[in-house]
């Protein structure tokens, strides 16, 4: 997203429209690769699929927590990495959870 703002001059949402699948095909395959090889789900293109829907709910856990803490403390919305590391946190949690006890279950 940085490249296509810095040097190929498009905008923020557009280039974030780019990146987006770029970045979950790329996480996918190093998931697969690396953090969950040899629990594979099959066939593949159901796999991607179950991946991109869980990576779009904890996009969502993440939103959904980072504006609760900026609508609940006034404070916070002075230092907006403390909320944005704290819906990372929990998107990250709800990604996990949902690839190992879900996509990625040991079978």
């Known amino acids: 997203m ?4 810095h040097w190929g001059g498009w905008g923020p949402f557009a280039s974030r ?6 970045a979950l095909t790329v996480t996918w395959l190093l998931n697969r690769a690396l953090a969950f090889r040899g629990r594979r789900s099959s066939p593949i293109l ?3 699929v179950g991946y991109a829907a869980i990576q779009v709910t904890g996009a969502a856990t993440n939103l959904a927590v980072f504006s609760a803490c900026l609508l609940l403390n006034e404070r916070l919305r002075e230092i907006p ?3 944005l590391a704290i819906g990372a946190i929990f998107g990250l949690a709800v990604n996990f959870t949902l690839l ?6 040991s079978r």
């Not at 940085?2 to 703002?5: F, I, K, W």
């Not at 190992?100 to 279950?105: H, I």
């Open 46 to 48: 159901s796999e991607y």
């Open 100 to 105: 190992n006890w879900g996509l990625y279950r």
């Open 2 to 5: 940085t490249a296509l703002v």
């Open 81 to 83: 990495l403390v909320p």
């Open 17 to 22: 429209l780019v990146s987006f699948p770029i």
